[in-house]
């Protein structure tokens, strides 16, 4: 008995779980999913089954199938190639999607976040300095932050200032390993400066000074230049370094839409955010996708 009034609470939690998705829903006039908890495998696929499912019953009950999608992300990051996988199964059923971002989106999550058409974030919300991470004996080891130690270490090698405790950390470091970090790194700045320029740019069609025509090179170029910002552990110091939509907006450059701005859809928005934290609480879950009449954990 125990087990079966289980499964009622969260039937009912689901439902208003689908209650307080629909009212953004209806402001957006968007599908909405919420893709909540750390970016590894198998989120990707539960991404692909909500997706599916939802589709699915939209074409059983004959409803009007959308190709936009708003997601609710919150995320602390993950590895770069679920978040490829994530895009991969969005884009081939939506061609317009805002990404919306009421707490945070960390690093991979920070990917995520820009592969989207638009983005919404209010004052609090932030993204983070991207450094994918690669799952090394059951732990997730932050890619970037080990080049840059190693480009340190050589440099004090060459100029003689290497100490015996630095010589053995050097010596101890593998290189098949360094080259899977660098390929991490690589393989998230191209799938920036693709999606930024195919998605988030797209719409820039002018220059704001000169008013000349925007060429796809100069996308790229913009997009490269984000990428490269949001990679420079140098200019954020700190992996968890939260990066707020007014340093997004001055910074770089980036047009970010504060859903804080209409009092409704902030509500709806924190409201759905926090039953649905509420919830993964309760059951002692880190990871759900959630759309309309689909709760994938």
Same mark, same amino acid.
């Given at each position: 008995m125990a087990d079966l009034n289980q499964i009622r609470v969260h039937?009912?939690?689901?439902?208003?779980?689908?209650?307080?998705?629909?009212?953004?829903?209806?402001?957006?006039?968007?599908?909405?999913?919420?893709?909540v908890g750390p970016i590894y495998p198998p989120l990707d696929d539960a991404v692909r089954q909500a997706i599916e499912s939802?589709?699915?019953?939209?074409?059983?009950?004959q409803a009007p199938q959308r190709k936009k999608l708003a997601i609710v992300l919150e995320t602390?990051?993950?590895i770069i190639e679920v978040v490829e996988r994530i895009v991969t199964a969005?884009?081939?059923?939506?061609?317009?999607v805002t990404v919306i971002v009421p707490d945070q989106a960390m690093s991979a999550g920070t990917v995520l976040a820009l592969s989207g058409d638009r983005i919404m974030m209010n004052y609090f919300s932030c993204l983070g300095p991207i450094d994918p991470q690669l799952l090394r004996d059951k732990?997730?080891?932050?890619?970037?932050?080990?080049?840059?130690?190693?480009?340190?270490?050589?440099?004090?090698s060459v100029s003689g200032e290497l100490t015996t405790a630095e010589m053995v950390l050097l010596q101890q470091l593998d290189l098949a390993e360094l080259h899977s970090f660098e390929q991490a790194r690589e393989l998230s700045n191209s799938l920036?400066?693709?999606?930024?320029?195919?998605?988030?740019?797209?719409?820039? %069609? /002018?220059? $704001?000074?000169k008013k000349t025509s925007v060429t796809p090179e100069m996308r790229e170029q913009r997009a490269l230049e984000v990428a490269e910002s949001l990679m420079d552990h140098e200019r954020w110091h700190s992996h968890g370094r939260? %990066? /707020?939509? $007014?340093i997004l907006r001055r910074d770089l450059n980036?047009?970010?839409?504060?859903?804080g701005e209409n009092t409704e859809l902030s509500k709806n928005i924190l409201d759905y955010h926090r039953f649905l934290a509420d919830y993964m609480g309760k059951i002692n879950i880190d990871i759900v996708v959630h759309t309309d009449g689909v709760c994938v954990k």
């Open positions: 039937t009912f939690v689901e439902r208003q779980l689908d209650i307080l998705a629909g009212e953004i829903e209806k402001k957006l006039d968007a599908d909405v999913m919420a893709i939802r589709k699915q019953q939209q074409t059983v009950t602390n990051g993950g969005i884009r081939h059923h939506y061609d317009e732990k997730f080891i932050p890619a970037l932050s080990y080049l840059v130690q190693f480009e340190r270490l050589k440099e004090r920036l400066k693709e999606w930024l320029a195919k998605y988030k740019f797209k719409n820039w %069609i /002018t220059t $704001e000074t939260p %990066i /707020t939509m $007014e980036l047009k970010i839409e504060d859903f």
